[in-house]
């Protein structure tokens, strides 16, 4: 059973509202993407509902116009690598059977994971699934009314709503990196392989070749926690 904290999950969807907002923005070009290219509404749609995942789903948008449907599904698997990472931080904190770790396990996503880190380094799952559940209406209510509407790229791009998102998590990234050491060793190293990548490869593959910076967090970091610290080294603290 999941077990979930009334405080925890409020918080958590507090949180959530401003990464949902950013992700309706995004699901609305991937609705009218979707549609220009023939997905029609109701299949982006419930593709949104069951993935709820932009990167993936933009890069199998893309990849079905140029190429086979083994390598998009590849290539959309291949630019999720980071939950694996993501997962391995996040198994500690899951509580209850396998099948109920998994259901948990379904509210991982970027901007989630960022809020239900907590200072001792463990992830709080009530306010994961919170954060989530906003972000997940947002993202399918996006995709229904860009399918419906179909604004063009144009229109986005002047009215500045191609920039939200990428920038929402910018904020995200500079909160992380501010509590953190590691996240800032992380960060650099994450940029330094992008960069590299980008020069023989095409973006997808340089942001999942980032991703691999990320390991350098799977050892537990306790600089950003002076009181963890003390308490562990037999310290009092006042």
Same mark, same amino acid.
């Given at each position: 059973?999941?077990? !979930?904290?009334?405080?925890?999950?409020?918080?958590?969807?507090?949180?959530?509202?401003?990464?949902?907002?950013?992700?309706?923005?995004?699901?609305?070009?991937?609705?009218? /993407?979707?549609?220009?290219?023939?997905?029609?509404?109701?299949?982006?749609?419930?593709? @949104?509902?069951?993935?709820?995942?932009?990167?993936?789903? $933009?890069?199998?948008?893309?990849?079905? @116009?140029?190429?086979?449907?083994? +390598?998009?599904?590849? @290539?959309?698997?291949? !630019?999720?690598?980071? #939950?694996?990472?993501?997962?391995?931080?996040?198994?500690?904190?899951?509580?209850?059977?396998? *099948?109920?770790?998994?259901?948990?396990?379904?509210?991982?996503?970027? +901007?989630?994971?960022?809020?239900?880190?907590?200072?001792?380094?463990? #992830?709080?799952?009530?306010?994961? !699934?919170? +954060?989530? *559940?906003?972000?997940?209406?947002?993202?399918?209510?996006?995709?229904?009314?860009?399918?419906?509407?179909?604004?063009?790229?144009?229109?986005?791009?002047?009215?500045?709503?191609?920039?939200? &998102?990428?920038? $929402? &998590?910018?904020?995200?990234?500079?909160?992380?990196?501010?509590?953190?050491?590691?996240?800032?060793?992380?960060?650099?190293?994450?940029?330094?392989?992008?960069?590299?990548?980008?020069?023989?490869?095409?973006?997808? #593959? +340089?942001?999942?070749?980032?991703?691999?910076?990320?390991?350098?967090?799977?050892?537990?970091?306790?600089?950003?926690?002076?009181?963890? /610290?003390?308490? /562990?080294?037999?310290?009092?603290?006042?």
């Amino acid at each position: 059973m999941i077990e !979930i904290r009334r405080a925890g999950l409020a918080e958590g969807i507090r949180l959530g509202l401003g990464p949902a907002g950013a992700a309706f923005v995004l699901a609305l070009s991937f609705g009218a /993407e979707a549609e220009a290219r023939g997905w029609g509404f109701g299949l982006p749609v419930l593709f @949104s509902a069951l993935a709820f995942s932009g990167s993936a789903q $933009f890069t199998l948008l893309t990849a079905l @116009s140029g190429g086979t449907v083994a +390598a998009a599904i590849a @290539s959309a698997a291949l !630019i999720n690598g980071r #939950y694996l990472v993501m997962s391995v931080a996040l198994n500690d904190s899951l509580h209850g059977s396998r *099948l109920s770790r998994a259901l948990q396990a379904q509210a991982l996503v970027d +901007a989630s994971f960022v809020f239900a880190h907590r200072d001792d380094g463990r #992830y709080d799952v009530s306010r994961l !699934i919170g +954060a989530s *559940l906003p972000q997940w209406v947002l993202w399918v209510l996006g995709t229904a009314v860009g399918a419906l509407t179909a604004p063009s790229a144009d229109l986005m791009h002047r009215l500045g709503l191609d920039v939200v &998102f990428p920038a $929402f &998590f910018l904020v995200l990234a500079l909160e992380e990196v501010r509590r953190s050491r590691r996240a800032l060793v992380v960060s650099l190293l994450g940029a330094v392989v992008a960069a590299g990548l980008l020069l023989v490869t095409d973006p997808g #593959y +340089a942001l999942l070749g980032a991703t691999a910076a990320a390991l350098v967090g799977l050892k537990p970091d306790r600089g950003g926690d002076p009181d963890l /610290e003390r308490a /562990e080294s037999g310290e009092e603290t006042s």
